[in-house]
């Protein structure tokens, strides 16, 4: 089967430690023939975020809080059954993974600076405003039926 296409880049040159990825493999559900009976083609990754050294203290600290919600234990887990082939469900649940961790590490937005509305943007808001209420008001029936 030889090696995987890895290795996955979370971001810059950090990337997925092969050593510290735990995969699991079962069966898929859904239709197939009698092949998918017997073959374990969905794939479980499961990454220990809080016990990795592979990433940079401030990444670290920055996804367990962002991934709070998905972590089991310190443990983020991946699953991928597209695919027929376990393979190709090994290369989803990695990219997935390292897609994860690439957003959860990512640094925050820079903050909104508040802008004022230009004045005469303002003023023409409040004309077509205005002009637009008069145009209703002309239809309030006097002389209606």
């Not at 059954?81 to 993974?97: D, G, I, P, V, Y």
Request: hydrophobic share 35%; glycine share 10%.
């Amino acid at each position: 089967m030889g090696l995987m296409s890895g290795p996955y880049v979370i971001r810059g040159s950090v990337c997925l430690p092969e050593a510290e990825l735990m995969w699991r493999f079962s069966r898929s559900s859904g239709p197939g023939g009698q092949h998918v009976n017997t073959s374990d083609s969905q794939v479980e990754l499961r990454f220990d975020l809080a016990g990795t050294e592979a990433l940079p203290p401030v990444w670290k600290e920055r996804a367990l809080e962002r991934l709070a919600n998905r972590l089991v234990g310190g443990v983020v887990s991946v699953r991928a059954s597209e695919h027929r082939s376990q393979w190709r469900n090994r290369e989803m649940a990695a990219t997935r993974l390292a897609s994860l961790l690439a957003e959860a590490t990512a640094p925050p937005p820079r903050p909104r600076r508040a802008t004022k509305i230009p004045r005469g943007i303002n003023e023409r808001r409040l004309r077509e405003k205005k002009q637009r209420s008069q145009t209703k008001r002309g239809r309030a029936g006097e002389g209606w039926g």
